[in-house]
């Protein structure tokens, strides 16, 4: 349901319709890979323990430079 680029990091966050959260590490493709993506995936949060299905409909990030934090919102 959400696709959403982290800036400024190589970090991509998707959102599905049972409220899982996936954080993807991705990394540029090598000079010799041009269409090559390296990838991680990290689980974030998992809608388990919720007894029914909540969607995840939106999303936003916040970085501050000053302190390094990222907020997930």
Not at 40 to 61: F, G, H, Q, R, Y
């Amino acid at each position: 349901m959400i696709v959403h680029f982290i800036k400024p990091f190589p970090l991509l966050l998707t959102a599905d319709s049972v409220g899982t959260i996936r954080i993807w590490v991705v990394r540029p493709s090598p000079p010799h890979k041009p269409h090559a993506c390296h990838k991680k995936l990290v689980c974030l949060l998992d809608n388990m323990s919720i007894e029914k299905e909540v969607p995840v409909t939106a999303v936003d990030t916040h970085y501050d430079k000053n302190t390094g934090q990222l907020l997930l919102l």
